[in-house]
């Protein structure tokens, strides 16, 4: 079967110059289209039609021949049908002639593959690239705008409205004359969205460059009733910062998709490494993230070797792997010795809805307490609390104690609700709100000893686990009050009724300390430099 493709390409675009031979995304624009039609297993040639010496020399160097348009054919006047049947050579019988514009250079040659295959099969004599994008449009009629609707409906629910969008024309051969290229059995064919943009505008081209450099990401990610799940919700809310939506792996030995709670990102489960290594070999990932905590050598190793060309970013790694990342962001710690290791509360990412709250005011008296021990509670830091708080002496205040995803015994925790001074609420979603309502805090040395700091609530905490110890940021010199790793009942009770009679003035100076840092600019300085390195 023979396939001719033609691509015209003029010099005298008049709204972008010399819009054909721009280097769009490291490669002129007339680029992609002969490069989708070199790669397609059904065109068999290619010529591309030109009045330009620098297309003709770009269609050289990769190995397609021209047309050299002549000048009657180079009008704005002059329609693409005239054009094409010029450019196919008579002396050769085609079975098909594929319009391919050079505009469309977000199109793929496994979507154009698709469309000629689709054409062939279904004996069409032309197939036109649109996108069906149905909307509530309006229409003139006797000088007036009416509705081109008769019931106004959610998108979804409204009829098919097939658009053009110039990326391809598949026709039979004997239906390209040269007033036209539609024969009798025509169809359009659907192109993803994405690869339907058609240059026209300098907005088009921004639009391009960002859909040409846009990035393949994955997210590793692992949380459960010992590690925590805080690396869960970080890895959320870095899902979130990215123009695509990234894949989201998880190991079904360590991390139980609840713990993700409600979210439409796309949640991959694997099991084990050597199953998450061979997706990544097939994915081909361009940024790949890592939040499982410490990483060996031959973990980075194995992954360098199955994504070459990924830049490969690690949170909380103090690995010896965290060598061969490109990039390691550690919020907990405070120095380092490698130039691809930040560290430091200014690398933090905090929560979105955080960024909306302002520090809470530093009322005359306490009254309100938040304790939270984040998503897993390992250390029952939360039972010991609310055995703590239930006596007597404690009625006078009320306290509100949020229980985490991958919290255990959650129900028998649930029953100290009965008190009235006492509040027990499970994997809520609106945790600033409730911290913001309260005046002091007690929680351990993780991501929820952050959202506290970036509020100004002067707060006792205590640390989880031999990790969270070396954590530096959760301390006295930030304004917290640290009590070390698993102190005895006596110490907290005593801690807290410290906090809990407090003067307003050295609760005013613990916010002030807890506020020096900017915990709010930490998502911006992250993204920043994976974007850029």
């Known amino acids: 079967m023979k396939i001719l493709a033609v691509i015209p390409a003029r010099a005298g675009s008049r709204g972008i110059p010399n819009k054909n031979i721009r280097i769009i995304g490291g490669h002129p624009l007339i680029y992609y289209s002969i490069s989708n039609a070199k790669r397609s297993r059904f065109i068999t040639d290619i010529i591309v039609s030109t009045d330009s010496d620098a297309v003709k020399i770009i269609a050289g160097q990769m190995g397609v021949g021209c047309r050299w348009r002549d000048e009657r054919l180079c009008g704005d006047e002059v329609t693409l049908d005239e054009v094409i049947y010029d450019a196919v050579p008579k002396d050769v019988k085609w079975d098909y002639v594929i319009t391919l514009q050079p505009t469309s250079p977000t199109l793929t040659p496994e979507t154009l593959d698709a469309a000629i295959g689709y054409c062939i099969d279904n004996g069409l004599d032309t197939l036109i690239s649109a996108i069906n994008a149905p909307h509530l449009s309006w229409g003139e009629k006797d000088g007036k705008k009416v509705p081109n609707y008769t019931k106004r409906l959610n998108r979804q629910y409204l009829p098919p409205c097939y658009l053009e969008t110039g990326a391809f024309v598949i026709s039979k051969a004997s239906a390209v004359t040269v007033s036209g290229r539609i024969g009798e059995k025509v169809d359009v064919y659907e192109v993803p969205e994405e690869e339907?943009?058609?240059?026209?505008?300098?907005?088009?081209?921004?639009?391009?460059?960002?859909?040409?450099?846009?990035?393949?990401?994955?997210?590793?990610?692992?949380?459960?009733?010992?590690?925590?799940?805080?690396?869960?919700?970080?890895?959320?809310?870095?899902?979130?910062?990215?123009?695509?939506?990234?894949?989201?792996?998880?190991?079904?030995?360590?991390?139980?998709?609840?713990?993700?709670?409600?979210?439409?990102?796309?949640?991959?489960?694997?099991?084990?490494?050597?199953?998450?290594?061979?997706?990544?070999?097939?994915?081909?990932?361009?940024?790949?993230?890592?939040?499982?905590?410490?990483?060996?050598?031959?973990?980075?190793?194995?992954?360098?070797?199955?994504?070459?060309?990924?830049?490969?970013?690690?949170?909380?790694?103090?690995?010896?792997?965290?060598?061969?990342?490109?990039?390691?962001?550690?919020?907990?710690?405070?120095?380092?010795?490698?130039?691809?290791?930040?560290?430091?509360?200014?690398?933090?990412?905090?929560?979105?809805?955080?960024?909306?709250?302002?520090?809470?005011?530093?009322?005359?008296?306490?009254?309100?307490?938040?304790?939270?021990?984040?998503?897993?509670?390992?250390?029952?830091?939360?039972?010991?609390?609310?055995?703590?708080?239930?006596?007597e002496e404690f009625s006078g205040y009320h306290f509100t104690v949020v229980l985490g995803r991958a919290k255990k015994n959650v129900q028998s925790l649930l029953e100290y609700n009965a008190r009235p001074n006492i509040s027990v609420l499970y994997d809520v979603q609106n945790m600033p709100e409730l911290m913001s309502s309260c005046d002091v805090a007690v929680t351990s040395r993780g991501r929820t000893g952050y959202e506290l700091a970036l509020l100004g609530i002067p707060s006792i905490a205590m640390a989880q686990n031999g990790r969270e110890e070396k954590h530096g940021f959760v301390c006295h010199e930030n304004g917290f009050s640290y009590i070390g790793l698993n102190p005895g009942d006596d110490v907290i009770e005593a801690t807290l009724k410290m906090y809990l009679t407090m003067s307003k003035e050295s609760r005013a100076h613990y916010q002030e300390l807890l506020l020096k840092n900017d915990l709010r600019g930490g998502r911006k300085r992250v993204m920043s430099l994976i974007g850029n390195s």
């Open 196 to 391: 339907a943009v058609d240059v026209d505008t300098f907005s088009d081209l921004q639009t391009v460059v960002s859909l040409l450099d846009r990035k393949k990401v994955a997210i590793y990610v692992n949380g459960n009733n010992t590690r925590g799940i805080g690396h869960i919700y970080r890895a959320l809310e870095i899902a979130d910062e990215f123009f695509v939506k990234p894949d989201i792996y998880y190991d079904v030995n360590q991390t139980d998709i609840s713990f993700f709670g409600r979210t439409t990102h796309i949640l991959i489960p694997v099991n084990g490494i050597a199953d998450l290594f061979e997706r990544c070999r097939k994915e081909q990932y361009t940024v790949f993230i890592n939040d499982i905590l410490t990483t060996t050598i031959d973990y980075m190793i194995a992954l360098r070797n199955v994504l070459p060309k990924a830049k490969i970013i690690n949170f909380e790694d103090d690995g010896e792997g965290s060598l061969k990342a490109d990039l390691v962001f550690n919020a907990l710690y405070e120095k380092s010795d490698y130039p691809n290791v930040y560290v430091g509360p200014k690398y933090y990412i905090a929560g979105k809805t955080f960024l909306f709250y302002e520090p809470i005011e530093i009322r005359e008296k306490v009254s309100n307490v938040f304790i939270s021990f984040g998503g897993a509670d390992p250390q029952n830091y939360s039972d010991r609390i609310l055995k703590i708080i239930s006596k």
